[in-house]
Structures are given as C-alpha cells and as structure tokens.
C-alpha cells in the first residue's frame, strides 16, 4: 500500500496497519476516568516515522500497549511505550518529523460521560528543515486518509510545532469543540 503526492508515492510497511488498527478500536472508558485522578488516562498510540531512500516508507517508530493489562514487551523492532498521553508527547523526537494515531479519551461538558476519540497527530518541530516539514505535511493528508479508512470514522486532525501544542488540557478543548454531544 502507498501514499502517491505530487513529489512521489511512500509505501507503508505491513505493520502499519495493525498498529493503526489496534490503536484506533473503541475503548470502554468508566465514568470514574477523570484528569483528577492521580492515575494517568489509558490513551494507546503509536508514531510513524518517513523513512527516505530508494524506496521511501512510512513505518512504525514507537508503539504503546493497545490494553490496559497489555505487557510492555513488543513484537515488532518498534520501541514499546506506556500508553499515556506524556509517553505520547515524549516519545516525539524534538529534531525530527513525526506522525503519530492516538485514541484519545475525553469527558463532555454537558452529560459528563466519558468518551473516545482518534486524533492524528502531525508533530513538525521548528527544530527541522523546511523541506522535511513539507514533505511530511504533503504525505500526512495521505496517511490521515489511510487512517481514517482503516479506523472508527474520522480521525481529529492536530498540528504541532512543539510540546507547548500538545498539552492535554488544549487537546481536550480541541476534541470538544468538534464534538456535538446532545
């Protein structure tokens, strides 16, 4: 499978897919999770790297447990990160271009219930060229695209410059303010 753009196509590697897959299934979150509890929220994610060459591909960089009980061992060749919203954002590297799915939890204003929502991440740091943020902007419509076939519905589209553009507090506003609750 591919992503074709105006400057030349990236395959995406098998475990792509089941990655997003496994990230992107609904989780029952009990009415009980809040961000005042202590305990940190369950938000399973995995970051995908470009990886330019002959064959340009789009592969797995870091992957967290896709349940709460999951151990922390991995497969893949991929890191295996907790799956918390900080691993997330930590696991962003702060010179490099990153894509990243993560299912992420949120309580509604109006009922109070807790509920679920696929957000795709494009992190592009100032810290990178130029050129490396373009191409990783032109693929990631793409691999949104790709991710929102393969997932639950549409995925929440954030574009982040730095870790001040992923605190969960905006994040949270974000999900909510495209969400329609009645």
Same mark, same amino acid.
């Given at each position: 499978?591919?992503?074709? =753009?105006?400057?030349?196509?990236?395959?995406?590697? $098998?475990?792509?897919?089941?990655?997003?897959?496994?990230?992107?299934?609904?989780?029952?979150?009990?009415?009980?999770?809040?961000?005042?509890?202590?305990?940190?929220?369950?938000?399973?994610?995995?970051?995908?790297?470009?990886?330019?060459?002959?064959?340009?591909?789009?592969?797995?960089?870091?992957? =967290?447990?896709?349940?709460?009980?999951?151990?922390?061992?991995?497969?893949? /060749?991929?890191?295996?990160?907790?799956?918390? +919203?900080?691993?997330?954002?930590?696991?962003?590297?702060?010179?490099?271009?990153?894509?990243?799915?993560?299912?992420?939890? +949120?309580?509604?204003?109006?009922? /109070?219930?807790?509920?679920?929502?696929?957000?795709?991440?494009? +992190?592009? !740091?100032?810290?990178?060229?130029?050129?490396?943020?373009?191409?990783? #902007?032109?693929?990631?419509?793409?691999?949104?695209?790709?991710?929102?076939? +393969? /997932?639950?519905?549409? #995925?929440? !589209?954030?574009?982040?410059?730095?870790?001040?553009?992923?605190?969960?507090? $905006?994040?949270?506003?974000?999900?909510?303010?495209?969400?329609?609750?009645?």
């Amino acid at each position: 499978m591919s992503i074709v =753009s105006g400057t030349g196509a990236v395959h995406l590697t $098998d475990d792509v897919r089941s990655a997003v897959v496994a990230v992107s299934k609904r989780y029952h979150f009990t009415t009980t999770t809040s961000a005042s509890d202590n305990s940190p929220l369950f938000v399973p994610f995995c970051t995908l790297k470009f990886v330019d060459g002959k064959q340009s591909c789009l592969t797995i960089d870091t992957v =967290s447990a896709t349940t709460p009980a999951s151990s922390s061992s991995s497969d893949s /060749g991929s890191e295996m990160a907790a799956a918390t +919203w900080e691993s997330l954002v930590a696991s962003l590297p702060r010179d490099q271009c990153r894509m990243a799915v993560a299912q992420m939890p +949120w309580r509604a204003h109006a009922d /109070g219930v807790v509920r679920s929502r696929l957000v795709f991440i494009l +992190w592009a !740091p100032e810290a990178t060229s130029t050129k490396e943020r373009m191409v990783a #902007s032109m693929f990631a419509k793409g691999a949104k695209g790709l991710i929102d076939q +393969w /997932g639950a519905g549409m #995925s929440l !589209p954030i574009q982040a410059a730095g870790v001040d553009d992923l605190a969960l507090e $905006d994040v949270e506003d974000k999900i909510r303010a495209k969400a329609t609750v009645k």
